[in-house]
Each structure stands twice: as C-alpha cells, then as structure tokens.
C-alpha cells in the first residue's frame, strides 16, 4: 500500500489562498483606502502612507498618538475588497 505524502508547497490542511484580484486592483484599494484616511474624523492632519499588495493594506508613516494608529488600521479593514491590513504605522518619539 502506497500513502500519498504531501510536497512542502502543498497542504490539505490549511485553507487555499485567494486569487489575485483583477488587473488595476490594488491601485483602486489603495486610493479607496487613502480617500477613506484623509476623510476621516481624527486622521486628516496625519501623514499615512498606503500601499496594496495583492488586496493587502499597508500602512505606513508617523501619528502622535496610539488612537490615530488603531484608528486608520480599522478605516483600512473597513474597505470592502481589502483582504488584511499590515499597520506598520509609527508614533513619534514623546519627550
């Protein structure tokens, strides 16, 4: 009797990822994500940057605060089509 054994890029046991999205995709996510930042109560004097990767929000920059961090995290998870959120976000240094 022969067992099948799995190659080390295949897995039975985790979840098969996504698809990439359509061509122009992330460029969409990242504008959406980035008109969202700007307009939002509490973010508009910040500088986040926002980049997508295969429907993966990254932010980027520097806020004073932990709120406006979590903040523009939970903005960016609020855009349909986005798959995660990486907050790489950073507070300034306090004195």
């Given at each position: 009797m022969v067992m099948?054994?799995?190659l080390p890029d295949e897995s039975w046991f985790r979840p098969q990822p996504?698809?990439?999205?359509?061509?122009?995709?992330?460029?969409?996510?990242?504008a959406e994500v980035a008109y969202r930042?700007?307009?939002?109560?509490?973010?508009?004097?910040?500088?986040?940057?926002v980049t997508v990767q295969n429907r993966v929000a990254i932010?980027?920059?520097?806020?004073?605060?932990?709120?406006a961090r979590q903040?523009?995290?939970?903005v960016?998870?609020?855009?349909?089509?986005?798959?995660?959120v990486c907050n790489a976000v950073r507070l300034t240094a306090q004195r």
């Open positions: 099948p054994w799995p996504d698809p990439p999205g359509p061509p122009g995709e992330d460029v969409r996510l990242a930042i700007v307009s939002g109560v509490g973010l508009r004097a910040r500088r986040i940057t932010l980027g920059g520097v806020v004073p605060d932990v709120d903040l523009a995290g939970r960016a998870w609020e855009v349909p089509g986005v798959v995660d």
